[in-house]
Nanobody, 125 residues
Framework: EVQLVESGGGLVQPGGSLRLSCGAS????????MSWFRQAPGKGLEWVSG????????AYGDSVKDRFTITRDNTKDTLYLHLNSVTSEDTAMYYC??????????????????WGQGTQVTVSS
């Protein structure tokens, strides 16, 4: 059974930084592209960022480009999202998701096969 477990969320001040982690088990992590999605209160699910299986290619949504960085450590079966210069607009539940292939970054929910339970990020002073 595939398990994705997010961690690292919490309360952060505007302009601050945070690192989210997503640990994977029950799957050969290094074979799959991965993504982060988020859902703000009262809004739909938004794709945030993705990375190919090898980590050679990354992609970002317009709202987080140049502020967030996605990385992965295939030796630790872990995906990361580094949040910098956060604003109140970044307040959301953040989810990691596994794609279906090595090279296609899942950008829609229909392209992801497994999901974590989420970790809450709240940006507030």
């Amino acid at each position: 059974e595939v398990q994705l477990v997010e961690s690292g969320g919490g309360l952060v001040q505007p302009g601050g930084s945070l690192r989210l982690s997503c640990g994977a088990s029950g799957v050969i992590f290094k074979l799959y592209a991965m993504s982060w999605f988020r859902q703000a209160p009262g809004k739909g699910l938004e794709w945030v960022s993705g990375i190919t299986a090898s980590g050679s290619r990354t992609a970002y949504g317009d709202s987080v480009k140049d502020r967030f960085t996605i990385t992965r450590d295939n030796t630790k079966d872990t995906l990361y999202l580094h949040l910098n210069s956060v604003t109140s607009e970044d307040t959301a539940m953040y989810y990691c998701a596994r794609g279906r292939s090595a090279g296609i970054i899942p950008r829609m929910t229909s392209q992801a096969d497994s999901w974590g339970q989420g970790t809450q990020v709240t940006v507030s002073s």
